[in-house]
């Protein structure tokens, strides 16, 4: 086994979902965001959340051919209402499973590997207003070309709150607006984005694991750690079930993780259930990882591997 702090880290960003949280800063006052009251109705059957105040759904959008239509819902979880500006953003992954924006630290060589789909998506409407626990849906449209090769192109449908006017001009700023001078504040401008996947004529996928292993921190929680590689014309995505000898329920699960095919590999955490008895995660312990799809055929198995704990 393996210990120490370094063991897990980027655990929480070990399983790339479908959703990326973003989070920006702007000037402006400094407000709380309203809980949701216990009559308020939950989110969408399928949405996906981030750390601001609003939901999307699904959680991912696939579209097959050159010109097709489909719809991403923004849902208002809050009891204030808010206002959201929407994007199309290209971002890129890295072998460690993170997703950067090109403007935001993905390099050229990175950036040359991905096949964007910002070029053929038009959607509309492009900014709206929500009531709180209110909902819009947001049409989105495809139009590749007849020149564009068979493939899979990607890119993300990006949502970002839009911070209320408070009506402190940059004259007040600078004159200094109040008897104790210039003072600055700092909302957060809160975003959340899905991938929006463009396949186009005929696409190949083979998924694999390798370098299996078991980590363990210095507060005793454990993970397995393996490197899952893809290869083909295909991104992967589905859910990661870890097993082991003498266990009837998995000991670890991890929903959501994806590989997209910018990435030949990329590395996965995903964290033991704290309960599991330490006897099957001991040196000699038999454990299987399996990743099944949920995406090009859900519920088929991609890829499996048995290792015997070192």
């Keep these: 086994m393996n210990s120490g702090s370094k063991a897990f880290r980027g655990m929480r960003t070990a399983a790339f979902g479908a959703a990326v949280s973003l989070a920006f800063a702007v000037s402006g006052p400094a407000t709380g965001q309203a809980s949701l009251p216990e009559t308020a109705p939950p989110p969408p059957a399928g949405s996906v959340g981030g750390v601001g105040d609003v939901n999307l759904f699904p959680k991912r959008v696939v579209i097959d051919g050159r010109r097709s ?91 970002t709150s839009v911070p209320e006017a408070d009506g402190f001009s940059i004259e007040q700023a600078t004159t200094g607006g109040s008897d104790d001078g210039i003072g600055v504040t700092i909302r957060p401008r809160f975003g959340i984005a899905i991938p929006i996947i463009v396949r186009i004529g005929e696409t190949t996928l083979d998924v694999g694991i390798s370098n299996a292993r078991v980590l363990t921190a210095r507060d005793g929680t454990q993970a397995v750690a393996f490197t899952l590689n893809r290869s083909g014309t295909r991104s992967a995505f589905g859910d990661i079930t870890v097993k082991a000898a003498g266990s009837s329920d998995p000991i670890a699960i991890s929903k959501g993780v994806g590989v997209y095919p910018e990435v030949d590999s990329r590395e996965v955490i995903v964290p033991i259930n704290p309960e599991t008895d330490r006897r099957l995660t001991a040196p000699g312990a038999k454990l299987r990882i399996e990743f099944v799809d949920d995406d090009f055929s859900p519920g088929s198995k991609l890829a499996e591997l048995d290792f015997v704990v070192p």
């Design 69 to 159: 239509i489909a719809t991403v819902g923004l849902y208002n979880k809050a009891v204030n209402p808010g206002d959201y500006e929407i994007t199309i953003v290209d971002m890129g992954m890295t072998p460690e499973g993170q997703l950067l924006a090109f403007d935001n630290g993905l390099d050229p060589a990175s950036q040359a590997r991905v096949k964007t789909a910002s070029q053929m998506l038009r959607y509309s409407p492009r900014r709206v207003t929500l009531r709180g626990t209110e909902s819009q849906i947001i049409r989105i449209m495809a139009r590749a070309g007849a020149e564009l090769p068979d493939g899979e192109y990607r890119s993300h449908f990006t949502v």
